[in-house]
Structure formats: structure tokens, C-alpha cells
């Protein structure tokens, strides 16, 4: 049996008012799968993610929850919208992460704190739990990021280029727990950059440019023809997605 349908959109077009940023975004999205969103700089990817949070609404098209909207999203923005300085521990910011569901004057309980545990354990940030915030490393806070949205234990996961700055050993970290996401069922859209990334660890791609919407497999979708057209790639950059494909094989897609 196929796993049930988070989310579609059809037709959508994306913008501000009277600004088309993006038409025709359609995509279809079933529990545990794990889409990639890859666009240039200013091609829809924050626009659409604004618009699954409910803060911008569409100016055209449908957005369907078949079995409602999930109470609980899960955001992780960009490191930009982050600043390390406020005076938190790491275990401070991932028990931030089970606020929205406490209500009011509610104290976190055993099993809030047992998931708090939990997730610091699995993002490797359980020795430096105490530790403040400024004082980590940009690969640990990212670490400390993903245990709070973790500890959200939200259906649903937006993540707005989760890697930048970030070393290769951490990246590739989060990418293992992000699949270990979509083994739990728990469907995940991430903006990503790293087209080695999306052909291993995700089963679909929406790729945004020159104000058009494709989406389908990553074989399927981040083709060069399309990566050109799209406006992604030069015609000299995409010539090495043909060698990638062919070092990467049919087993990740």
C-alpha cells in the first residue's frame, strides 16, 4: 500500500500582490518522501516555503492538505535568520523546539523531556549540551538547530538550505538523520544547492527558474537541458551533471 498523500499543489503562482515570482507549481508530496527544492537566487524557493508556513497566500492555484493541515510544521531557516548571541545553552534551544505544543504556562513534562534527550543524542550534541551557544562552532549549531526542530516531532519539515558554511562530516550527518526522517514517515522539502545531495538522499525535485516550475524525480527533473533552461546552470557548468549521473548509478533515485 502506498503511503497516504501529505500535500499537493496545483497551478500554484507564487509572489507578493501584484508580483509573479513563480506559475504553474505542481507537486504532489505522500508521507516520508523527501523533496528537494533548487532554484536560483530569487527563482521562488523562500516564496514557497513562506507559503507552506501559511504567511503568504497564493495568487493562484490550490493547495490541498487531503487529511488537513498538520498542526505542527517544522521550520529550520536559513543561518542568516539565526542569531547565536542571544544566552541560551544547546539544551535551551532544543527544548525551544516543544514550546508550540505546551500552551500556556505549561512546563515541559518526562516525555517532553525524554524526546529533548533523544534528539540531542541523535544530532551528536549531547556532550555539549551546556555549552552557550556562541561559543560553538557554525557545524555544531547547525547540529543544535536540527535537534530542535527535532524535538517539533512534526509530519511535516521545511528546511531553507540547511548546509551552507557547514564541514563535509556534519553535512553528510544531518543527510543520514534526515533519511532517518523519511523512514519514520515523516515527509521533509528542503532548498538545497548540492546536486550530489538531491540525486542520493531524495526521491522527488522541484526545480524553480525563469518564473516556470518543473517537478518529477531528480534523474527526471535536474537534467542539464532543463538545469540550463531554468536558468540554474551555464551551458559549460552543466556539463559535468552527465558524469555525476553516470558515478552516481540508478541505486539513490
Not at 497566500?57 to 539565526?82: C, D, K, S
Not at 545553552?89 to 527544548?95: C, S
Not at 535537534?147 to 528546511?159: E, F, G, H, K, N
Not at 537534467?223 to 555525476?244: D, F, G
Request: with cysteine; hydrophobic share 45%; glycine share 8%.
Amino acid at each position: 500500500m502506498s503511503p497516504p498523500l501529505l500535500l499537493s499543489a496545483t497551478e500554484l503562482t507564487l509572489g507578493y500582490r501584484d508580483v509573479r515570482v513563480v506559475e504553474d507549481v505542481t507537486f504532489a508530496l505522500s508521507r516520508g518522501d523527501v523533496l528537494a527544492v533548487v532554484g536560483h537566487n530569487g527563482s521562488g524557493k523562500s516564496t514557497l516555503i513562506r507559503t507552506l508556513l501559511g504567511g503568504l497566500p497564493p495568487l493562484a492555484g490550490a493547495l490541498n492538505w487531503p487529511t488537513g493541515r498538520p498542526q505542527t510544521i517544522a521550520y529550520l531557516g536559513q543561518r542568516t535568520e539565526f542569531d547565536n548571541r542571544f544566552p541560551l545553552r544547546v539544551r535551551d534551544l532544543a527544548a525551544m523546539g516543544a514550546w508550540p505544543g505546551l500552551g500556556f504556562l505549561r512546563r515541559i513534562d518526562g516525555a517532553c523531556r525524554a524526546r529533548i534527550e533523544s534528539a540531542l543524542e541523535r544530532t551528536g550534541t549531547a556532550e555539549i549540551a551546556d555549552v552557550p551557544l556562541h561559543k560553538l562552532s557554525a557545524g555544531q549549531l547547525q547540529r543544535a538547530l536540527f535537534a530542535r526542530t527535532m524535538v517539533q516531532d512534526a509530519p511535516l519539515i521545511l528546511l531553507d538550505e540547511p548546509f551552507t558554511a557547514i564541514d563535509q562530516t556534519t553535512e553528510a550527518a544531518l543527510l543520514t538523520l534526515i533519511d532517518s526522517w523519511a523512514t519514520e514517515g515523516r515527509t521533509v522539502i528542503m532548498v538545497l544547492h548540492d546536486l550530489s545531495a538531491v540525486l542520493q538522499y531524495c526521491n522527488s525535485a522541484l526545480l524553480l527558474g525563469a518564473g516556470r516550475a518543473l517537478f518529477g524525480t531528480p534523474r527526471e527533473t535536474l537534467t542539464p537541458h532543463n538545469l540550463v533552461a531554468q536558468s540554474y546552470l551555464s551551458e559549460s557548468q552543466a556539463s559535468w551533471i552527465e558524469s555525476m549521473y553516470r558515478g552516481q548509478g540508478d541505486s539513490h533515485v
